[in-house]
């Protein structure tokens, strides 16, 4: 089992940052990837930014550029700095971790909110 706290998030004007953070307890072992995912009102949830064992990160489209993942060492945090923020990036922010055999754990959540 793997447990998953995020922190971070919050309100800001667009154009500000955020940095997100993700703790992660338990079977760290077990963990081939830890990454980020969004979901907005209405929407699906989305991945925002994922990072493996090896530290290939890897991005969507729409946040390429403006924000950067990047976890420590020890595979027990991962961070999500985000910059220049637009409205369009409001949404609730869940961390997740990809083990190598079983399903993803994810964290509750932190809300985001960019206002114009």
């Known amino acids: 089992q793997v447990q998953l706290v995020e922190s971070g998030g919050g309100l800001v004007q667009a154009g500000g940052s955020l940095r997100l953070s993700c703790a992660a307890s338990?079977?760290?072992?077990?963990?081939?990837?830890m990454g980020w995912y969004r979901q907005a009102p209405g929407k699906q949830r989305e991945l925002v930014a994922q990072?493996?064992?090896?530290?290939?990160?890897n991005y969507a489209g729409s946040v390429k550029g403006r924000f950067t993942i990047s976890r420590d060492n020890a595979n027990t945090a991962v961070y999500l700095q985000m910059s220049s923020l637009k409205p369009e990036d409001t949404a609730v922010y869940y961390c997740?971790?990809?083990?190598?055999?079983?399903?993803?754990?994810w964290g509750q959540g932190t809300r985001v909110s960019v206002s114009a």
């Open positions: 997740n971790a990809r083990p190598y055999d079983g399903p993803a754990y």
């Open positions: 338990g079977s760290i072992g077990a963990i081939a990837a």
């Open positions: 990072i493996t064992r090896s530290s290939s990160p």
